[in-house]
């Protein structure tokens, strides 16, 4: 019987070629180069939504304590003592362990209220402390709410609700420079009339903005006008110098303006 037998043909593998290859790598690295800006922006919006959110729970535990004590705003006294909105003091030493005691924040007055110690922190804020790691707080409270600060009488102090004649345009409470941020008391400049320099910074972590919660309840990112304000970078070994003159500023004189009023 006559057999035939089939030779099998070789099976042909088909493959990229070396610049073939070049060139896909190539595209997923201007594809790349493309997206990570826009990731990027995409992530500091949400950081910039969460910590308005954060101010804004902040603020309502402010705003609930006072319900609770007779219209009383809590005590902002300087260095954070017990008793005070907020305990604790910041800086960039390792050895404090108040820098990352989230335990701190709760044991304020508001903190009953505040119930969240993640609140304290913004989450743009990323101010490490030498073999302790992220601080606590990013927050501070103005000087004139709760407590007398050093300054001319003839500006006004918020002790009680009541007390606010612009609370739409008196910030309570605002995210603090890093370098700058030491107790819960915030004091932009010394005295009332001077525009000239910080004595406390505003922080700067929201694309050169700042974040404010107010007296009225809401809460917003202010931009920057003058580069000096979010230029101040942040050294993670020294405390920010008290009194650090920038004069023509108009950034001074919007957180001023804001801070306290004439009587």
Not at 141 to 153: C, E, K, R
Request: hydrophobic share 40%; with cysteine.
């Amino acid at each position: 019987m006559l057999q035939i037998r089939f030779k099998p043909q070789a099976t042909k593998i088909f493959g990229f070629t070396l610049i073939e290859l070049l060139v896909v790598i190539a595209i997923i690295a201007i594809l790349a180069a493309l997206l990570l800006p826009v990731l990027s922006r995409a992530k500091q919006r949400a950081y910039t939504v969460t910590c308005m959110n954060d101010a804004k729970q902040l603020n309502l535990a402010w705003i609930l304590y006072a319900g609770d004590n007779g219209e009383a705003v809590p005590p902002n006294p300087p260095w954070s003592p017990a008793g005070s909105w907020v305990c604790g003091f910041e800086d960039m030493s390792g050895g404090n362990s108040d820098n990352t005691n989230s335990a701190l924040m709760l044991q304020g007055v508001i903190g009953k209220y505040a119930k969240n110690a993640n609140i304290y922190h913004c989450p743009s804020d990323n101010s490490n402390v030498p073999g302790l790691g992220l601080r606590a707080r990013s927050f501070s409270m103005n000087a004139f709410v709760g407590s007398q600060p050093f300054t001319p009488d003839s500006y006004k102090v918020f002790l009680h609700m009541t007390d606010f004649n612009r609370p739409a345009d008196t910030f309570t409470l605002l995210d603090e420079h890093p370098d700058s941020i030491n107790d819960g008391w915030f004091l932009p400049v010394l005295s009332p009339a001077d525009t000239g320099d910080w004595q406390d910074l505003p922080g700067s972590f929201h694309n050169g903005a700042g974040n404010f919660a107010f007296a009225d309840g809401h809460s917003e990112i202010h931009k920057w006008k003058d580069n000096r304000t979010a230029g101040l970078k942040t050294t993670f070994t020294t405390a920010f110098p008290h009194g650090i003159v920038q004069g023509n500023n108009p950034d001074i004189q919007w957180v001023q303006d804001r801070t306290s009023a004439p009587r």
